[in-house]
């Protein structure tokens, strides 16, 4: 299978690493040693696709996601980050109280 590249304008990005994040009803983020490892660079944008029940999230640092605050991101549904501090500071959680899963790809 090829590679693909996410086409975000004036920027040429290939994917490095995925990962697969279980999001409860305890808020998570992504994983710091897949998008920032210790050889490298880090990823410049996660393409995040919500996939067994929605999810909430956020990207600041001010309150965590839960119930009733927060994005929703339903199932299906995909999102791009386009930093590292916004996949750094984005946090997850469970929006109708089943844990659900989230496919992540990393790209620089």
Partial sequence: MADVNVNIPGQ???PFAFEQVAVTEAVIGLTVATF???SGSP???ALIQC???AVRYRTDDDTDPD???GHLLAVDDTMVLVTTEAIA?????A???VDGQ???HYYR
Avoid at 89 to 93: D, H, I, R, S, V
């Fill in 12 to 14: 040429g990005l290939t």
């Fill in 36 to 38: 920032q490892p210790l």
């Fill in 43 to 45: 990823a410049k944008a």
């Fill in 51 to 53: 996939e067994t029940t």
């Fill in 67 to 69: 119930g009733a605050i």
């Fill in 89 to 93: 500071l984005a946090q997850f959680y």
């Fill in 95 to 97: 929006d109708t109280g």
């Fill in 102 to 104: 989230l496919n992540v």
